[in-house]
Every structure is written in C-alpha cells, then in structure tokens.
C-alpha cells in the first residue's frame, strides 16, 4: 500500500469521487451525488486506519475527523449547505492546529510520536528529543502549516462557493488534494530535520 499510496489517493480521494458526482448529480440530485461521492474516500480512510493495527492519537484523529466530516454531510440538508459546512469545519480545523501548538503540544509531534513509535522506538525517549527547543520549534512550523491549509482551503472555497455555488464542489476536490500533497511534502522536509536531530543526540550518547 505504501509504494502505491499517491495513486490510491488520486483514485479514492479525487477520481473516484469526481467520477460519482459528474454521472451522479443527473439521477441523484447535487446533494445525494455528494454524499455518495464522498463515501470512497471514508472507505478508504477507515482502511487506511484499520492499517495501522494501533489505535493511537495518528489513528483517532482521522476516526474522529471521518465521524465529524460524515455527521455535517449528512446533517446539511442541501448541497450547497454542505460545501458551506464543510468550509467552516476547515476553519474550526485550523483553530485546533493552532490551540495546539499555543498548550504546547503541538498536533504536529504528536503524530510523529506515534510514527516513529510504530517503527519500534521507545515513546518516552522520543518525547525527550521532541520536546528539545530545536525540534519542538520545527514540530509548530509543521504544526502551523496544518493550520495554514485548511484556513487557506477555507477561504478559498468561500471565494468559490460565492461565484460557483454547488458547481465549485468538484473544484475544492481537486483543491483538498493539492493543498494536501503540499503539506505532506513540507511534513517530509519538516521530518528529514527531526530526524537529524535524533541522529544527533544518539551521537553524543555515544560518545558520552
């Protein structure tokens, strides 16, 4: 899955999901075309966490977004209420990333605690590196691009809505992905430092 996880993406986050609500918006009507065309995608989330084999903070998080991303779909009544719900979520989104890093735990570290954690190293070792000035600085640089794309989405997608109405749905698809693979390179880059820095430190153990 891993080796093939950018076309699973394209296919269950982006193709799949265009492909229901172009063919589906005829017979089912704009708001039922979204609610199918978002079901690939909790699909595939779901097994993407089952995937993991762990219920973790990483794990809970998608869970929790998946169960309250549903509820606003379901619960919005009309196509173009739910583009307006889902814009505000993105917002809500934000806030969290943001809160988190002003408690200092940034959402960020926590979930490279539980990644690293599954590739076999010790949790409470791991926040001893984490939580050094130089790593917890990159942790809320990471953190706040989380915060960034979704406000960024957010505001976007209210530019569109006001121009496109329900016709901006497949466009803010297309949008989630790109903003989403940008972050997911800048997490990469954010990591290759982090671990770095865990490089580092197990050096002067060593040396010690």
Do not use: C, H
């Amino acid at each position: 899955m891993k080796k093939n996880i950018i076309f699973l993406d394209l296919l269950f986050y982006v193709a799949v999901p265009l492909l229901v609500w172009k063919f589906g918006r005829g017979p089912m009507g704009d708001y039922y075309a979204m609610l199918a065309s978002s079901v690939p995608g909790i699909l595939y989330s779901l097994y993407r966490f089952f995937e993991v084999k762990k219920v973790n903070f990483f794990g809970l998080f998608i869970l929790l977004n998946l169960v309250i991303g549903t509820l606003i779909d379901v619960l919005a009544g009309s196509a173009l209420q739910m583009l307006w719900n889902n814009t505000f979520y993105l917002f809500f989104l934000g806030g969290v990333f943001l809160l988190s890093i002003a408690i200092k735990k940034p959402i960020g570290l926590l979930f490279a605690l539980d990644i690293f954690e599954l590739q076999g190293m010790d949790r409470e070792e791991l926040k001893g590196t984490f939580y050094q000035k130089r790593a917890l600085f990159i942790f809320n640089l990471i953190t706040t691009a989380y915060a960034f794309r979704d406000i960024v989405l957010a505001a976007v997608k209210i530019w569109l809505i006001k121009d496109y109405g329900v016709d901006a749905f497949d466009k803010g698809i297309i949008l989630r992905q790109v903003f989403s693979w940008a972050i997911t390179l800048l997490t990469a880059v954010g990591f290759f430092f982090i671990t770095r820095i865990m490089n580092e430190n197990q050096k002067e153990i060593l040396e010690k």
